[in-house]
């Protein structure tokens, strides 16, 4: 396809809640040690929001630093994607709650829903209203509760999740200039539900008087072997497609599920550890957050530097995975 326009990704931030929870805390819910968890996950504490902090304030927290940051009013925003599974409300959307929340009044709003995937497909939806002429500006977030999702006594899911948001701005600039190199996204039906979160209420119509339960639902090494399955294909996919090898790639940006996935496929993808970027240890899981959460880290602490080629890989419940290579040129 011929481009018109290019994508810039000028300023990445994050927002995390104030509640931290310890792999010690969690002793105290059950039979657990802070060596199993951060031996089978690198997970060390993760944070969760406070009965005054929901996905909607830490998606204004995102977005409002990343607005300033970029120096753009938010009334010059043409769209507003939130991409994430534990929204407050099922409408109206995180998306519209936010736009209200900032003042972004000039721009359309939706929510997209592609789990720990979400970020990439956000991303790339965002990039099709750039290269179509439709938009300038368009916000990004990654927005992801799930401890109110979690049932806090099953020891092999209650270990992985933290909370937190991430966001990106996302403009036009000339077609030569475009950052996105390319992207690969991919979905397969989950027909074992082998990673779920039921809506109870829906499925249950009668027990309307009574408050179900809606809890994740995990089939832990199945989703295991699915990210070790998915995630070194898709990046070899992109490498092909861009005749590049891991060597010429700066940063590997893969979902922080767990450190061990990570270590996995970055050996078996012959990516050396200098090139591969982690947070988990102190947010766990964030699902649709994790990205944008370990990209804004990362910068933040001068880990990773523009301009740079960054690989990034999400994959989670649908089951869906995908990844992007970015030729990132640094905030505006
Ligand atoms: C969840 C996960 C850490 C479990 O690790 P595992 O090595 O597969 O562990 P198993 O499920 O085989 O359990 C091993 C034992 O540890 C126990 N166990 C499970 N959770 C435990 C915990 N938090 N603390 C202590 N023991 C635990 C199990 O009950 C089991 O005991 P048993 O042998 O007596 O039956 C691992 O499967 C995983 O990381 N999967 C991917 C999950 C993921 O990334 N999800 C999100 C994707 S977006």
Same mark, same amino acid.
């Given at each position: 396809m011929q481009k018109n326009y290019g994508v810039k990704f000028t300023a990445f931030s994050s927002a995390l809640p104030s509640v931290v929870v310890k792999n010690n805390d969690l002793e105290k819910l059950f039979s657990t040690s802070d060596e199993w968890i951060y031996t089978r996950t690198g997970i060390r504490e993760r944070r969760v929001v406070s009965d005054k902090e929901s996905g909607l304030s830490l998606s204004v927290d995102a977005a409002n630093k990343t607005l300033a940051k970029a120096k753009v009013d938010p009334k010059d925003l043409d769209l507003i994607i939130v991409a994430t599974?534990?929204?407050?409300?099922?409408?109206?959307?995180?998306?519209?709650?936010?736009? %209200?929340? !900032?003042? #972004?009044?000039?721009?359309?709003?939706?929510?997209?829903?592609? #789990?720990?995937?979400?970020? !990439?497909? %956000?991303?790339?939806?965002?990039?099709?209203?750039?290269?179509?002429?439709?938009?300038?500006?368009?916000? =990004?977030? %990654? $927005?992801?509760?799930? +401890?109110?999702?979690?049932?806090?006594?099953?020891? +092999?899911?209650?270990?992985?999740?933290?909370?937190? #948001?991430?966001?990106?701005?996302?403009?036009?600039?000339?077609?030569?200039?475009?950052?996105?190199?390319?992207? +690969?996204?991919?979905?397969?039906?989950?027909?074992?539900?082998? =990673?779920?979160?039921?809506?109870?209420?829906?499925?249950?119509?009668?027990?309307?008087?009574?408050?179900?339960?809606?809890?994740?639902?995990?089939? %832990?090494?199945?989703?295991?072997?699915?990210? $070790?399955? /998915?995630?070194?294909? /898709?990046?070899?996919?992109?490498?092909?497609? $861009?005749?590049?090898?891991?060597?010429?790639?700066?940063?590997?940006?893969?979902?922080?599920?767990?450190?061990?996935?990570?270590?996995? /496929? +970055?050996?078996?993808?012959?990516?050396?550890?200098?090139q591969v970027v982690s947070n988990i240890e102190k947010v766990g899981n964030t699902s649709a957050a994790s990205i944008p959460l370990v990209i804004a880290d990362s910068i933040e602490k001068k880990i990773l530097k523009a301009p740079c080629k960054m690989l990034l890989v999400g994959f989670g419940a649908g089951l869906t995975w995908g990844g992007l290579l970015i030729n990132w040129q640094g905030d505006s």
């Open positions: 599974t534990t929204p407050d409300k099922l409408y109206p959307s995180m998306s519209c709650m936010l736009q %209200g929340k !900032i003042g #972004a009044k000039n721009s359309f709003c939706f929510d997209l829903s592609a #789990a720990c995937s979400g970020f !990439i497909y %956000g991303i790339t939806t965002a990039a099709q209203y750039i290269y179509n002429g439709e938009c300038k500006n368009i916000l =990004l977030v %990654g $927005v992801d509760i799930h +401890s109110r999702f979690i049932d806090w006594s099953e020891r +092999s899911v209650a270990v992985l999740f933290g909370d937190g #948001a991430g966001a990106v701005l996302i403009q036009r600039c000339l077609a030569k200039d475009d950052e996105l190199m390319c992207h +690969s996204l991919h979905t397969e039906s989950d027909v074992d539900l082998d =990673l779920t979160l039921p809506n109870e209420n829906i499925l249950y119509p009668n027990h309307k008087n009574e408050i179900c339960p809606d809890f994740v639902k995990m089939n %832990g090494k199945a989703v295991y072997q699915f990210a $070790v399955r /998915v995630v070194p294909d /898709v990046v070899n996919k992109i490498l092909n497609k $861009v005749n590049l090898t891991p060597k010429e790639i700066d940063y590997l940006v893969l979902h922080q599920a767990n450190q061990r996935i990570i270590d996995t /496929v +970055s050996e078996k993808l012959k990516f050396n550890k200098t």
